[in-house]
T-cell receptor
Framework: NAGVTQTPKFQVLKTGQSMTLQCAQDMNHEYMSWYRQDPGMGLRLIHYSVGAGITDQGEVPNGYNVSRSTTEDFPLRLLSAAPSQTSVYFC???????????FGPGTRLTVL | SQKIEQNSEALNIQEGKTATLTCNYTNYSPAYLQWYRQDPGRGPVFLLLIRENEKEKRKERLKVTFDTTLKQSLFHITASQPADSATYLCALRGPSNTGKLIFGQGTTLQVKP
């Protein structure tokens, strides 16, 4: 199993550009989440999903969209990138709502 | 608002000693508390989970306690090794089964040989 994969690993954007961060898992997990990690702030939840077709907002959803058309994929879209979105983004999945989460390797995003 | 606090200062200990990390929370009633390890440049790795009705959980050299009265969890690594050096994150999940976690900012542990 590849586990949780994320692409790209690194990305530089200009203010106002849009892009999609890809996340996929091959463990047949129902629960998937997107976090951002900033120095001194810990991991903050952006959006999460409890199954295909079901998504909800986390702590910091503004400026981001998600969709979950399949169990495997959970892409995160930045609509109009801003410097405040410079961060490391992690995708995670879990088999159950209470179980430990498996994290991807992260995407380091810089917005100029 | 809900708040989770972990020691922001790095914890430095000597190899072979027991490391104890603290996670305190306020304005929250978690159903589960989880601990993760994160190495530089990598995603967090799940270590242990403890439920609200459990006082203690062990896994090899790791031990977690959960005191819902004090609103505190302690994470112990016994016989610590330099390979245990990493940042350790605690995370709380509420009563709803959504997989929605709130993370602390993490404590960095440095084990010196």
């Amino acid at each position: 199993n590849a586990g949780v994969t994320q692409t790209p690993k690194f990305q530089v954007l200009k203010t106002g550009q849009s892009m999609t961060l890809q996340c996929a898992q091959d463990m047949n997990h129902e629960y998937m989440s997107w976090y951002r990690q900033d120095p001194g702030m810990g991991l903050r939840l952006i959006h999460y999903s409890v199954g295909a077709g079901i998504t909800d907002q986390g702590e910091v959803p503004n400026g981001y969209n998600v969709s979950r058309s399949t169990t495997e994929d959970f892409p995160l879209r930045l609509l109009s990138a801003a410097p405040s979105q410079t961060s490391v983004y992690f995708c995670a999945s879990s088999y159950s709502g209470g179980g430990g989460q498996f994290f991807g390797p992260g995407t380091r995003l810089t917005v100029l | 608002s809900q708040k989770i606090e972990q020691n922001s200062e790095a914890l430095n200990i000597q190899e072979g000693k027991t490391a104890t990390l603290t996670c305190n929370y306020t304005n929250y009633s978690p159903a589960y508390l989880q601990w993760y390890r994160q190495d530089p440049g990598r995603g967090p790795v799940f270590l242990l989970l403890i439920r609200e009705n459990e006082k203690e959980k062990r896994k090899e050299r790791l031990k977690v306690t959960f005191d819902t009265t004090l609103k505190q969890s302690l994470f112990h690594i016994t016989a610590s090794q330099p390979a245990d050096s990493a940042t350790y994150l605690c995370a709380l999940r509420g009563p709803s089964n959504t997989g929605k976690l709130i993370f602390g900012q993490g404590t960095t542990l440095q084990v010196k040989p």
